[in-house]
């Protein structure tokens, strides 16, 4: 008979799953809860697939801490880009709504919405100031000419 895996019966398993599922490493996961990091990798075989609306984020972490902290990085990427926005700072904008999709991105797969092993490609460009006001300029010839047209 297998030997019982420590972290099954580890009272912090969803603390150390929730680890694992937010994308911290193995070894980073075995440090913070002093275990081995071989345990770690074989307990992933235990964790239970999430299937769609079957995972409530509230029972990936009951003490909902870890929600918390993801709805104050939210509110942080959140009010950053509507102040770099407002300055006309797009490329900190931009980098604030490649933040705020990394937070969907996260959630998404705590929820099961998204497969885990799917390959999620991030489009991932710098915005020059001069690029953007092409871009703009671009869009509105497109715009002005789809109006004008009859
Ligand atoms: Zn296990």
Redo the contacts with the bound molecule.
Sequence with gaps: MPR??????DER?SEIEGAVLAGDSYRTVAQRFGISRD?VV??????TPATPNSLKVEQIFPSSTLVEQLQAFTADAQRLKEKAESEGDLRTALAAVKELCRIVELVARLRGEIDGRAQINVLNFQLDAETARRMNEMFLKRHLAREVSP
Excluded at 4 to 9: A, E, G, L, P, T
Excluded at 42 to 47: F, Q
Aim: proline fraction near 0%; aromatic fraction near 0%; charge should be positive.
């Design positions: 019982k895996c420590s972290i099954c019966i398993r345990a074989r307990h992933r075989k235990h964790l």
